[in-house]
């Protein structure tokens, strides 16, 4: 029997308890974050808005930043994140585990592409908040009611520890740098083998030749012994 459904099990009621409300989310590593972010930005919240989708069954909230540095993706001078849930004309909709955004707060955001726009990477995963302390800007992340659980062990885990901008800045570029050294070196191997491929296949008689005379020359040897 797999021990690991069962630790998971074990984990989950044991949490369960202490917070019946919680929402059970799987726990996710920064360097993975960065690999499938479209785009990571830091920028301050100027603007919100929520409105129905084109169903007429789903509030949406538009949440518009102006950038401050974009440390991946295309740069641009704003940007607007769609999320679910939000408050049109006293009706209000809530979504678990979905960030939530202020005017005048500064975040990092995760995006990814959707049919109704960008939105964020990961919900709460995919959003930090950037407060200043002692002039120095610090990073964290957004706090949630969500339950983190690493699938790989199948137990609780914290959520990410606050680190200052600079640090929070130089992991990202370093992991996408990584990235796309690794992605470049695919597609060298790729290509060499594309190139192996087509001499091969324009020589190919040549080498059938060759390989033909080596096979003769052996057994020529062989008869002599």
Not at 42 to 69: A, M
Not at 104 to 115: A, E, L, M, P, R
């Amino acid at each position: 029997m797999n021990a690991r459904p069962l630790l998971l099990a074990t984990a989950l009621a044991t949490l369960l308890p202490l917070q019946a409300s919680a929402t059970i989310s799987r726990a996710i590593g920064f360097d993975e974050k960065v690999d499938n972010a479209a785009a990571i930005v830091l920028g301050k919240c100027i603007s919100t808005s929520s409105k129905w989708d084109p169903s007429g069954k789903w509030i949406l909230t538009y949440s518009t930043f102006r950038v401050e540095e974009t440390m991946k993706g295309l740069p641009a001078q704003e940007l607007t994140v769609v999320t679910p849930g939000g408050t049109v004309n006293g009706i209000h909709q809530e979504t678990i585990g979905v960030p939530s955004f202020s005017n005048g707060d500064d975040h990092v955001i995760f995006t990814k592409n959707t049919s109704a726009g960008p939105t964020v990477l990961y919900f709460e995963q995919g959003a930090y908040d950037v407060e200043t302390v002692r002039g120095e800007r610090f990073v964290k992340p957004a706090v949630s009611a969500a339950v983190l659980v690493d699938t790989q062990r199948g137990i609780a885990v914290p959520p990410e520890q606050t680190r200052s901008l600079r640090d929070f800045e130089v992991s990202v570029r370093d992991r996408v740098r990584e990235r796309q050294l690794r992605m470049e070196m695919i597609e060298r191997e790729k290509h060499q083998q594309a190139s192996l491929i087509g001499i091969v296949k324009r020589n190919w008689m040549l080498i059938a030749l060759a390989l033909i005379g080596a096979a003769l020359a052996t057994w020529q040897l062989v008869k002599r012994w």
